[in-house]
């Protein structure tokens, strides 16, 4: 079965850093997806991108953060200049859209960043 | 804009016991509806989705969910719990169409006792 592949799987930066995670979506997939999950609480939703652009963003998702597909396979989040506040899982999704293609959502396994 | 309620934060259940995890959304029209489940430190696995059709559907490890379209309720049931199910259970919704965002439930975590 497909799967979306994250690395790396846990990332620790100092506090200012800049921090790029990085994803390889399902190859046919056309919707990207980040989300964010600080522990213990809800998975919240970042961004979504199609077709080289952000498609929708959250109030979270503020000029720190920026999204980008680099080539034709990767799919990466960069955070400029990492807060405390920053800490959390981050889960990259995929989605082929379309109603009678759609299938699901595929989730990565998501890179843990620790700021300290 | 769609959200999903998840009314139990907690919820303790015996082995061998059967489960029903609660799940409210709200949404203009039919949703996509997901349920994933999180260890600790883990990733999230789907175990099942309704898009249309039979109101059950079945899902992995034995799993299943009713669509209640009037009650907008969309319930996880397993007749016999095991010990690993044990983890974080969590609901979630999105447009017809798969391509927006999903919207995820505050999540129930499942202790299992034996």
């Known amino acids: 079965e497909p799967e979306v592949t994250q690395t790396p799987s846990h990332q620790v930066t100092q506090m200012g850093q800049e921090v790029i995670l990085r994803c390889v979506p399902i190859?046919?997939?056309?919707?990207f997806y980040w989300y964010r999950q600080i522990l213990g609480q809800k998975v919240e939703f970042l961004v979504s991108?199609?077709?080289?652009?952000?498609?929708?963003k959250s109030e979270i998702f503020d000029d720190q953060f920026s999204v980008e597909r680099p080539d034709g396979s990767n799919f990466t989040l960069k955070i400029r200049s990492t807060k405390l506040e920053d800490s959390a899982m981050y889960f990259c999704?995929?989605?082929?859209?379309?109603?009678?293609?759609?299938?699901?959502?595929?989730f990565g396994s998501g890179t843990r960043l620790t700021v300290v | 804009a769609q959200s999903v309620t998840q009314p139990d934060i907690h919820i303790t259940v015996s082995e061998g016991a059967s489960l029903e995890l609660r799940c409210n959304y709200s949404?203009?029209?039919?949703?996509?509806l997901f349920w994933y489940v999180q260890s600790p430190g883990q990733g999230l696995q789907l175990l099942l989705k309704?898009?249309?059709?039979?109101?059950l559907v079945q899902g992995i490890k034995g799993f299943e969910a009713e669509f209640k379209r009037s009650q907008s309720s969309f319930n996880l049931r397993k007749p016999s719990v095991h010990w690993s199910d044990a983890a974080e259970y969590f609901c979630?919704?999105?447009?017809?169409?798969?391509?927006?965002?999903?919207?995820f439930g505050i999540g129930t975590k499942l202790q299992v006792i034996p």
């Open positions: 999704a995929s989605s082929s859209g379309g109603a009678s293609t759609f299938y699901g959502y595929t």
């Open positions: 190859s046919n997939h056309l919707y």
């Open positions: 991108f199609y077709n080289n652009e952000i498609s929708e």
């Open positions: 949404y203009g029209a039919t949703p996509y």
């Open positions: 309704y898009f249309s059709g039979d109101t």
């Open positions: 979630a919704v999105a447009p017809w169409g798969g391509y927006q965002k999903v919207t």
